[in-house]
């Protein structure tokens, strides 16, 4: 075992503070990472603060963090993929059983015996596992990815959560050149997944509330942007639409999206609302279409994710914060008030 410096908050209410934690010493299989930036997702907020209580009550002390970028420092006698020196990434997962029908299929988001990257039983130390917002952490080979050297470090580190989890549903429902795809909401998630539409070559439409996010959408990519408070404006879209990815975590009207898709068309959502939405089935039933739900990706389609990033040059839009903003970041992110992600330059916690 060995001490890394990290920020953990000890409750639910206390602030983020500078503190040590305890990692383990890389074994055979293992990876060792000098972490250099890690996104801040707004479900490191509801585990912080234990909103998630009734699923997944906090441990603390508490080190989020699953989006992590970094570089190779040391390896175990049988890695293979990585040596020193390296660039890497690490997501949601840490580990997983290998060897359930899900495991071998590629969907380690799936496996029953999966291990979270933080808050999380820990088989190795006994405790937790202890997240991002550290200067090291040590992973299995198997979880570690591959980052493409063209690519911002700093914008990278969102992909592994955010990137991964609106790539994954749009392959899924074969998003390519000469669909139609909707996206609704413009944050964190929703901008990621603008950037994915029109790269794959789809006709991409953004539904917004706000106004003022017209141009920015545009920006990102998008073919057409739809005020969805706007009647005449939602209608003009009805029946139209192969896939419509939902990455609004608010309370909405999920049914005035399903009346977008055209016949066996598809609604994913991967925003989490609070309460569950009210959903008028007919809507479904008289145009064969589908809603249904996505996690992350698996560890092949998050290192394929990665790889098409490499070639079409993606990263998120993301504001670099050192790791003494983060209680302020997170406030921030309560008022939506960042474009579209954090991204922490772990080299500030070197003075701690």
Not at 19 to 30: G, N, S, V
Not at 122 to 151: A, C, M, Q, W
Not at 161 to 189: D, E, F, N, Q
Request: glycine content about 10%; aromatic content about 8%; some cysteine.
């Amino acid at each position: 075992m060995y001490k890394a410096k990290a920020y953990s908050v000890t409750s639910a209410t206390s602030p983020f503070a500078s503190t040590t934690i305890a990692r383990r010493d890389p074994i055979e299989h293992d990876v060792q990472i000098e972490i250099l930036f890690c996104g801040i997702c707004h479900s490191d907020l509801h585990q912080a603060r234990n909103e998630w209580s009734g699923v997944m009550p906090t441990v603390y002390p508490c080190v989020p963090g699953h989006e992590i970028v970094g570089r190779v420092t040391k390896v175990g006698s049988a890695v293979t993929r990585f040596k020193p020196g390296d660039l890497a990434a690490v997501g949601c997962l840490v580990d997983s059983d290998g060897t359930c029908p899900e495991c071998k299929a590629g969907f380690e988001q799936f496996c029953p015996n999966q291990t979270l990257t933080y808050n999380f039983p820990d088989k190795h130390t006994g405790g937790v596992t202890y997240g991002g917002y550290s200067d090291s952490i040590v992973v299995t080979e198997r979880f570690v990815l591959r980052v493409p050297s063209n690519l911002d470090l700093a914008g990278t580190a969102p992909l592994l959560c955010a990137g991964i989890t609106t790539y994954s549903p749009m392959r899924h429902w074969g998003v390519t050149k000469g669909k139609k795809v909707g996206v609704v909401g413009l944050g964190g998630l929703g901008h990621m997944g603008v950037k994915f539409a029109h790269a794959f070559g789809a006709h991409t439409v953004v539904f917004t509330t706000s106004p003022r996010k017209k141009d920015d959408a545009l920006r990102l990519g998008a073919d057409e942007v739809v005020l969805s408070r706007n009647a005449d404006e939602m209608a003009k879209q009805a029946g139209s639409f192969d896939f419509i990815l939902d990455a609004v975590a608010a309370e909405h009207d999920i049914n005035a999206y399903i009346s977008l898709l055209r016949r066996d068309g598809n609604i994913t959502v991967v925003g989490a609302p609070e309460k569950p939405l009210p959903l008028s089935v007919f809507g479904l039933i008289m145009g064969r279409r589908s809603l249904s739900g996505s996690p992350i990706g698996g560890l092949p389609e998050t290192q394929e994710m990665l790889d098409f990033c490499g070639k079409h040059n993606i990263t998120a839009d993301v504001e670099v914060i050192p790791i003494q903003k983060v209680n302020e970041a997170y406030e921030r992110l309560l008022k939506q008030d960042v474009k579209y992600r954090f991204s922490i330059d772990m080299a500030s916690l070197k003075s701690e």
